[in-house]
């Protein structure tokens, strides 16, 4: 049973492009969140898919944007990249029928030049 | 939304427990507290969660203060393997969303 896999693991880009990362979630589980964690800090709730729509989001702006698919897999966008848009960005899956437990994936590092 | 602080680090022996506290001072009566642990900028990972009784599983247990305003994670048999960073964590199904703190770090010495 695969856990949460999230693409791609490591990426650099420059600032003013546009990333797209990717998170599939583990199986049997409806809901995807995504999390920000800056270097020595504490992930930072970005946002969360549930049956497509995202039914909470965190303090980020709109440069960051999502979508969750039929499959419950999801994607993070982020527009205009910005030097402190370097982080470790996390996926977790969980599921409505369950407690609030989630489950991370690795993490794709978006490295911003 | 509710906060927790922990402290920022902490050392322990190989073998001895580790006891991490967690003040959670403004917890609301139907939110949870979580204890996740993240291993060198690894996922984060489950390991134990409570509403008012304390718990235990084969990771660790979670003692809950009767007022719900702190908590303590027990590690029992600490190794160098669960040397990592802890977060303690106040969810509500109802925001849907985890608060994360800085963590404790955790360092478990041979």
């Known amino acids: 049973d695969a856990g949460v896999t999230q693409s791609p693991t490591h990426l650099i880009k420059t600032r003013g492009q546009q990333v797209t990362l990717r998170c599939s979630p583990k199986?049997?589980?409806?809901?995807v969140s995504w999390y920000q964690q800056a270097l020595g800090q504490g992930p930072q709730f970005i946002f969360q898919?549930?049956?497509?729509?995202?039914?909470q989001r965190g303090n980020f702006p709109d440069r960051f944007s999502g979508h969750q698919f039929p499959n419950y897999s999801s994607e993070l966008n982020v527009n205009a990249l910005l030097l402190g848009d370097s982080a470790l960005y996390l996926c977790?899956?969980?599921?409505?029928?369950?407690?609030?437990?989630?489950?991370f994936g690795e993490g794709s590092r978006l490295t911003v030049l | 939304d509710a906060k927790t602080t922990q402290p920022t680090s902490m050392d322990c022996a190989e073998g001895r427990a580790a006891n991490l506290p967690c003040n959670h001072s403004?917890?609301?009566?139907?939110?949870?507290v979580y204890w996740y642990r993240q291993i060198h900028s690894q996922g984060p990972q489950y390991i134990i969660h409570?509403?008012?009784n304390n718990e235990t599983n084969e990771m660790a247990s979670l003692i809950i203060t009767e007022d719900r305003k702190s908590s303590t994670l027990i590690l029992p048999h600490a190794t160098l393997r669960d040397t990592a960073v802890y977060y303690c964590?106040?969810?509500?199904?109802?925001?849907?969303?985890?608060?994360f703190g800085t963590g404790t770090r955790l360092k478990v010495l041979a």
């Open positions: 977790a899956s969980s599921s409505v029928r369950e407690d609030g437990e989630l489950f």
């Open positions: 199986s049997g589980h409806d809901t």
């Open positions: 898919y549930y049956e497509e729509e995202e039914r």
């Open positions: 403004t917890i609301s009566g139907n939110e949870y």
């Open positions: 409570g509403l008012k």
């Open positions: 964590i106040v969810f509500s199904s109802g925001t849907y969303k985890y608060i």
